[in-house]
T-cell receptor, first 117, second 114 residues
Framework: GAVVSQHPSRVICKSGTSVKIECRSL??????MFWYRQFPKQSLMLMAT?????????EQGVEKDKFLINHASLTLSTLTVTSAHPEDSSFYIC?????????????FGPGTRLLVL | GENVEQHPSTLSVQEGDSAVIKCTYS??????FPWYKQELGKRPQLIID?????GEKKDQRIAVTLNKTAKHFSLHITETQPEDSAVYFC?????????????FGKGTHLIIQP
C-alpha cells in the first residue's frame, strides 16, 4: 500500500517560535495532501487541502497566516505553525491522495505531536 | 457542510462476540465512506471502505453496510479479538476519497473484554 511519512514525530517548542512539519509520500506521487489536527481524545478535524503547485484551501476557522502550507513537489507538503502558542499543542496528521486498484483513497502519515510551552 | 454522527462513543464487548458501530451523515452528495482504526498515539489505519454504488462490503471479520436513503452506514466486526481494541472512526467524503478531505465522526472506543 501507499506509504506516507511525517517529520518530526514529536516537537517541543517555546511559545512564539515557528515549527515546520513535513509530509512525504514515499512510494507514490500525491497531487493532493491534507492536513488534519487531532486534540486529545477527540476526532480528526480537516485543516486544509494542499495541492501541488497551487495555494492551499483552508477550512473555515483555520487561519491561513498562522498555518502556512507549501506543496512544492508531488511528494512533499509542509505545514508551518507560525508564532506557536500553547493552544496550538496538538497531534498534526497529514494524509495523501493515492490511487489503488483504480480507486482513490487517503493514506495517513504517522502524525506529529506538537507541544508548545 | 457535511456532518457525521457516530454512536456509541464507547463499546465494550466480550471476546468472540460481535461489535457494531453506526454512523449517519447529512450531505446526500457524499459518496465515499471509509472506516479507520486508531491505536493510542498512532496514525489512523484504513480498515474498510464503501462507495455509494454498493450496499455492503465484507473483508474477513469486518463488514460495512450503507443505506443511502437513510444516510447511515455501519461497521460490523465479528468474532472480536483483544487486538481489535482501539478507537474506530467513520468518515465521509463527496469525491470518492480523493480530491476532498474527510469529515470524521467523533470516534468509538471499542473495548474487547477477555
Amino acid at each position: 500500500g501507499a506509504v506516507v511519512s511525517q517529520h518530526p514525530s514529536r516537537v517541543i517548542c517555546k511559545s512564539g517560535t515557528s515549527v515546520k512539519i513535513e509530509c512525504r509520500s514515499l512510494d507514490f506521487q500525491a497531487t493532493t495532501m491534507f492536513w488534519y489536527r487531532q486534540f486529545p481524545k477527540q476526532s480528526l478535524m480537516l485543516m486544509a487541502t494542499s495541492n501541488e503547485g497551487s495555494k492551499a484551501t483552508y477550512e473555515q476557522g483555520v487561519e491561513k497566516d498562522k498555518f502556512l502550507i507549501n506543496h512544492a513537489s508531488l511528494t512533499l507538503s509542509t505545514l508551518t505553525v507560525t508564532s506557536a502558542h500553547p493552544e496550538d499543542s496538538s497531534f498534526y496528521i497529514c494524509s495523501a491522495r493515492a490511487r489503488e486498484r483504480n480507486q482513490e483513497t487517503q493514506y495517513f502519515g504517522p502524525g506529529t505531536r506538537l507541544l508548545v510551552l | 457542510g457535511e456532518n457525521v454522527e457516530q454512536h456509541p462513543s464507547t463499546l465494550s464487548v466480550q471476546e468472540g462476540d460481535s461489535a457494531v458501530i453506526k454512523c449517519t451523515y447529512s450531505d446526500s452528495a457524499s459518496n465515499y465512506f471509509p472506516w479507520y482504526k486508531q491505536e493510542l498515539g498512532k496514525r489512523p489505519q484504513l480498515i474498510i471502505d464503501i462507495r455509494s454504488n454498493v450496499g455492503e462490503k465484507k473483508d474477513q471479520r469486518i463488514a460495512v453496510t450503507l443505506n443511502k436513503t437513510a444516510k447511515h452506514f455501519s461497521l460490523h466486526i465479528t468474532e472480536t479479538q483483544p487486538e481489535d481494541s482501539a478507537v474506530y472512526f467513520c468518515a465521509a467524503s463527496k469525491t470518492g476519497g480523493g480530491a476532498d478531505g474527510l469529515t470524521f465522526g467523533k470516534g468509538t472506543h471499542l473495548i474487547i473484554q477477555p
